[in-house]
């Protein structure tokens, strides 16, 4: 059995084509899309403005370790591009970064590293 990790993966595209009623729909919305919507979900967290030129997607991704990000990211992708067809949202291609979440390093500010105080 292989190791799962957690990835966190941003999906961001540029709307394209969008019909009249889309348009109407996302500035309709548009403010439970703004900054404060931006959360990592399994579900995608859908962000944009009301200009409607970009919008970018946040995924929690779980998937084998041994597959990495570049999958992790395929996945997310693919989750955006669903959700953005069953809406009937027009959009241009579709690029991701995704971070492993478990091998990420923390640095914590303030914290000693030898005994001394």
């Known amino acids: 059995m292989s190791t799962q990790h957690t990835y966190r993966v ?3 595209g540029t709307w394209d084509g ?4 889309a348009r109407a729909r996302l500035l309709s919305d548009v403010d439970l899309h703004g900054l404060s919507a931006m959360q990592f ?14 919008f970018s997607f946040r995924f929690v991704v779980v998937s084998d370790a041994e597959d990495g990000e570049e999958m992790a990211s395929a996945i997310a992708e693919d989750r955006a591009e669903t959700l953005l067809k069953e809406q009937g949202y027009g959009h241009g291609e579709l690029r991701s970064t995704a971070t492993d979440m478990d091998t990420m390093k923390i640095n914590y500010k ?7 105080a």
Not at 18 to 21: F, K, P, V
């Open 18 to 21: 969008l019909t009249d009623e």
């Open 110 to 116: 303030g914290r000693q590293t030898s005994g001394a």
């Open 41 to 54: 979900t399994e579900e995608g967290s859908l962000t944009y403005d009301r200009v409607l030129k970009h």
């Open 10 to 12: 941003i999906v961001r």
